[in-house]
Each structure stands twice: as C-alpha cells, then as structure tokens.
C-alpha cells in the first residue's frame, strides 16, 4: 500500500512554508524593538503550549487510556523488567542499611 505523502511536502505545504517565511522575516524586519521586547513573555507563553501540544511524547499514551493498567503492555519489554529489577534490589539495599 502506497504511504499518504506528508502535507509539508505537497505542493500547498511548501506554498504555506514560504508564506509563513516570508510573514516572518517582514515582522522581523519591521517590528524588530517591539519583538525583542516582548520575547521574554512569549518565551513564558511558550512554556505551557509545549507542555500542552507536547505531552504525549513521553509515554503517556494517547486518547482513552488514562487510569488503566498498562502493565499487560510491558510484560515483553526487557529494559522495563531489568529497571523493575534493579529498583526492587536497590530498595532492599536501602531497607537494609537503615
């Protein structure tokens, strides 16, 4: 089955990318004091979109599987049982010493 082409690479995706570009360098160019003032604020504001947007990048899954048990999915991963391992050995160590 072919693969859907990305709509960054389509002829309307390339037309966008140099519209936004050439947006952006005239802003720049004409709006230069107004921006540089601002850019601590928006790099604040960019803090909480990232946090927001960016979220499910780091294994929080995706839609619908909040609160569930993902254990079922792990099983077969050795790094995951090896780190399981390891923590469980390092607390008994811990218990030990005190």
Request: hydrophobic share 35%; proline share 3%.
């Amino acid at each position: 089955m072919k693969q859907k082409q990305s709509f960054w690479f389509s002829s309307n995706g390339l037309a966008a990318l140099i519209l936004i570009g050439a947006v952006s360098y005239f802003l720049l160019m004409e709006h230069r004091e107004h921006l540089f003032q601002a850019l601590p604020f928006l790099i604040l504001l960019l803090c909480p979109l990232m946090h927001i947007f960016m979220h499910g990048g780091h294994g929080h899954g995706g839609h619908g599987e909040h609160g569930g048990n993902d254990d079922k999915s792990r099983d077969g991963d050795p790094g995951y049982q090896k780190g399981y391992e390891d923590g469980l050995r390092d607390r008994k160590e811990h218990q030990n010493k005190s």
